[in-house]
């Protein structure tokens, strides 16, 4: 059975044509059908059944909340399918297409996406499960990534710099005063639709409990102006005390190590050939201690 009798078997549809779209993680399909058009989302191997549920448990408790989010649909099992595909069982969830498009950088753009993080995280706040699902904590952020790099940072001679530069991180995420709760973890424009004034948000498959903070890491790595219309946005709906918004900067790096990880072939859901080598780690290290130098107050 091929992909397009998959979804029509499992979610009712008819006359599929489904198209890969260049997702790094997943295998995401744009599907067209007579009746409108869709996301097929198909996890990566090291993806269980239960953690998925967990998302999509979240995502619907999102949009019953006021979350600007993309819904999924139920097939025959309910929201989360398996697809037996190239003789492996693939955990499958169908979403509604989000209306627009991926937005272009601008003000008024990140504006709204301060928003939906605010939204997201406000409704977040009330969402209980007892399902397994990441927790994202300075061991997760910094012990284990920095371990899974040990080999690559060792041969790169950056190790004890990246040591000493995780400890010193930690003294900035222990601050108490910081916000936690469940976060995207990934809320980039990569993954939202612009539709007017309207954002909606996908692909929460990297979410999980972390601190409130991390969630505008990339924007203030691009732009100090672009991260002051997501403060703003945000704080039209919820607060951002001065505290979180001091520590984005560590997370900026935090950020990266997940990244650095990712490239190098060596996280839970890397695939394929790395993107990343061990020639490459010197200035990734020393781009990290310029950014500390200029950005993180101890």
Same mark, same amino acid.
């Given at each position: 059975?091929?992909?397009?009798?998959?979804?029509?078997?499992?979610?009712?549809?008819?006359?599929?044509?489904?198209?890969?779209?260049?997702?790094?993680?997943?295998?995401?399909?744009?599907?067209?059908?007579?009746?409108?058009?869709?996301?097929?989302?198909?996890?990566?191997?090291?993806?269980?059944?239960?953690?998925?549920?967990?998302?999509?448990?979240?995502?619907?408790?999102?949009?019953?909340?006021?979350?600007?989010?993309?819904?999924?649909?139920?097939?025959?099992?309910?929201?989360?399918?398996?697809?037996?595909?190239?003789?492996?069982?693939?955990?499958?969830?169908?979403?509604?297409?989000?209306?627009?498009?991926?937005?272009?950088?601008?003000?008024?753009?990140?504006?709204?996406?301060?928003?939906?993080?605010?939204?997201?995280?406000?409704?977040?706040?009330?969402?209980?499960?007892?399902?397994?699902?990441?927790?994202?904590?300075?061991?997760?952020?910094?012990?284990?990534? #920095?371990?899974?790099?040990?080999?690559?940072?060792?041969?790169?001679?950056?190790? &004890? =710099? *990246? !040591? $000493?530069?995780?400890?010193? @991180?930690?003294?900035?995420?222990?601050?108490?005063?910081?916000?936690?709760?469940?976060?995207?973890?990934?809320?980039?424009?990569?993954?939202?639709?612009?539709?007017?004034?309207?954002?909606?948000?996908?692909?929460?498959?990297?979410?999980?409990?972390?601190?409130?903070?991390?969630?505008?890491?990339?924007?203030?790595?691009?732009?100090?102006?672009?991260?002051?219309?997501? #403060?703003?946005?945000?704080?039209?709906?919820?607060?951002?005390?001065?505290?979180? &918004? =001091? *520590? !984005? $900067?560590?997370?900026?790096? @935090?950020?990266?190590?997940?990244?650095?990880?990712?490239?190098?072939?060596?996280?839970?859901?890397?695939?394929?050939?790395?993107?990343?080598?061990?020639?490459?780690?010197?200035?990734?290290?020393?781009?990290?201690?310029?950014?500390?130098?200029?950005?993180?107050?101890?």
């Amino acid at each position: 059975m091929n992909l397009e009798q998959h979804i029509e078997n499992h979610f009712g549809l008819s006359s599929v044509i489904c198209e890969p779209l260049n997702t790094p993680t997943n295998d995401v399909f744009a599907v067209t059908t007579p009746t409108g058009r869709f996301a097929l989302k198909l996890y990566h191997l090291q993806r269980t059944a239960p953690e998925v549920q967990w998302e999509v448990d979240l995502t619907v408790h999102l949009i019953r909340n006021g979350a600007p989010v993309a819904k999924p649909i139920r097939g025959k099992r309910g929201y989360v399918e398996s697809f037996c595909l190239d003789e492996r069982d693939r955990v499958a969830v169908l979403f509604e297409w989000a209306p627009g498009e991926k937005p272009k950088p601008a003000r008024d753009t990140y504006t709204l996406l301060g928003k939906a993080a605010a939204h997201i995280h406000q409704a977040a706040d009330t969402f209980t499960s007892s399902l397994p699902r990441e927790s994202y904590d300075a061991h997760t952020l910094i012990d284990e990534l #920095l371990q899974r790099m040990n080999r690559h940072l060792l041969e790169a001679k950056r190790w &004890e =710099q *990246a !040591v $000493a530069l995780g400890a010193r @991180l930690k003294q900035v995420i222990a601050n108490p005063a910081l916000d936690r709760g469940i976060c995207h973890m990934d809320l980039s424009l990569d993954n939202v639709h612009r539709h007017g004034e309207n954002i909606t948000v996908f692909d929460f498959d990297s979410a999980g409990a972390c601190w409130r903070a991390m969630e505008p890491h990339s924007i203030l790595r691009s732009s100090q102006a672009f991260f002051e219309a997501w #403060l703003d946005g945000y704080r039209s709906v919820r607060p951002f005390n001065p505290h979180n &918004e =001091q *520590a !984005v $900067a560590a997370f900026c790096i @935090l950020g990266d190590l997940r990244g650095v990880t990712w490239g190098l072939g060596v996280a839970r859901s890397s695939r394929g050939k790395p993107l990343l080598g061990i020639a490459d780690l010197p200035g990734i290290v020393d781009t990290w201690l310029d950014w500390e130098r200029k950005k993180i107050c101890f």
